[in-house]
């Protein structure tokens, strides 16, 4: 059974972010490899600043080359839209895997919004990366007043298929402070060149 780490995103777009949180935390965890699943709305984001589908999944390749990251339009495949039905039509079609959620760590802090949060966590173990500026914020966020009681020490971190879910791990990784808003703000029309290579 191969061990897997599936991240989520928007990639919008992609950076060197995501690829060298998903690198530490395959280290980290002792994966063998790492899915990004590019999704084609997240329900908690406008999709006013959205760059067409395309372009993201494109970003997303070109950033995971030469890398031990598949990137996957799953969710468009499988017409999910919430985690909880992505992972759960995952792990349908791959029983043969174990699979990881990887999340951010700005990302728990809005945890408690997922559809059936609690049962994405009972389906699935949890690994929080790093993300500078965030880490008050997921220690005290609202879903850590249930998810603490299934805190699992980083120091075990490789024994993740080992653990019963819910189970959470904060992993140590490098921080880095890459973001697809301040990209964008610097490179408001990033998704034109991708449009052009699909073009061209």
Known sequence: MAKIGLLGGSFNPAHIG???????ALQALGLDAVWWLVSPQNPLKSD??????EARLAS???????????????????????TIDTISAIQRHFSHHDFIWLMGEDS???????????????????????????????RTARAMGWLRWFVRPASTAKEWTEW???AITFLRLPP???SATALRALHPD???AYRKKAAG
């Open 18 to 24: 995501h690829r060298k949180a998903s690198l530490a």
């Open 48 to 53: 006013k600043d959205m760059a067409p589908y």
């Open 60 to 82: 997303a390749r070109e950033m995971a080359a030469r890398a031990p990251i598949m990137v996957s339009d799953f969710e468009v495949q499988a017409g999910t839209q919430y």
């Open 108 to 138: 728990v802090a809005n945890f408690h919004q997922w559809k059936d949060w609690r049962g994405l966590a009972r389906s699935i173990p949890i690994a929080v990366m790093t993300r500078p500026g965030y880490k008050s914020d997921a």
């Open 164 to 166: 019963r879910s819910p």
């Open 176 to 178: 880095d402070n890459s």
């Open 190 to 192: 990033w998704h034109l």
